[in-house]
């Protein structure tokens, strides 16, 4: 009787195994990673493995995606996406629930306030055209250049019409902004590599993006994956009420829920 009680175990237990799921997913580690590991528990509950791969850049993630080696990603708004579908027109991804927002900043080492600013200075700028555009267009809501258009997302600095200062744009990529505070009069960081970097983005931005930002950060999958009953169970539970309540207590509006 013991041996059909412990076969009967083992059988359900198999079962249980088979019917779950892996979903394995792609992200920056602040705030991303953080609230995808709060997510785990619950969404292991509801049958789902959460296996989360960490990158410290903007590629990989949309590239391991379109290379099929990852089913999602959650690190990107939809700016940043379609800047960089219109370089890789083959790659076919969609977003599934806008998640959170991080406010952009301008940082820096240098001076206290823009009032400080001297000519010629030089600020650090994202060189991936969503983030840059985001940077020109926080810059100029600041009046220090005027933009062709101020409400081009995709501006450039080609598109700047008036520069009182004579300010000098370095285009670095994302990550390395940080660790360049040093080095230039103000650095255009994204809060969760200022976040990495131990910066706090309400306290220690000279200047900062409102929580009404356009550039909320999504779930995106690939397209044949976004009605997988996994991704909704975790699209479901990104858009919850605890996981607002973990952002708003984690991170004390540096990171904002877009929902």
Excluded: W
Aim: charged share 25%; with cysteine; proline share 7%.
């Amino acid at each position: 009787m013991k041996r059909v009680v412990l076969s009967v175990a083992l059988l359900v237990a198999a079962m249980g195994s088979a019917c779950a799921e892996t979903l394995k997913i792609a992200v920056v580690p602040v705030p991303h990673a953080e609230i995808l590991e709060f997510l785990k528990p619950e969404l292991a509950k509801q049958g789902v493995t959460l296996d989360v791969k960490v990158f410290t850049d903007y590629i990989q993630p949309d590239r391991q995606v379109d290379e099929g080696r990852l089913d999602a990603n959650y690190f990107q708004s939809k700016p940043y996406y379609d800047a960089y579908k219109k370089d890789r027109p083959s790659s076919d991804q969609v977003p599934v629930v806008a998640v959170h927002v991080e406010p952009f900043g301008a940082y820096s080492k240098k001076i206290k306030s823009i009032a400080e600013l001297e000519e010629g200075a030089t600020i650090a700028i994202p060189n991936d055209p969503a983030n840059s555009g985001r940077a020109l267009l926080l810059i100029a809501k600041q009046g220090l250049i005027t933009l062709k258009d101020p409400s081009n997302i995709m501006a450039t600095a080609a598109d700047i019409t008036s520069n009182p200062k004579h300010l000098k744009f370095k285009e670095l990529e994302a990550a390395m902004l940080p660790r360049v505070l040093n080095q230039v009069d103000i650095a255009m960081i994204n809060a969760n590599y200022a976040l990495e970097a131990k910066l706090v983005p309400h306290k220690d931005a000279l200047f900062i993006e409102s929580a009404e930002s356009p550039y909320a950060n999504y779930l995106y999958v690939r397209r044949d994956k976004v009605n997988d009953p996994a991704v909704q169970k975790l699209a479901a539970l990104l858009n919850s009420a605890q996981v607002k309540q973990f952002i708003l207590e984690r991170y004390h509006g540096d990171v904002v829920p877009a929902f």
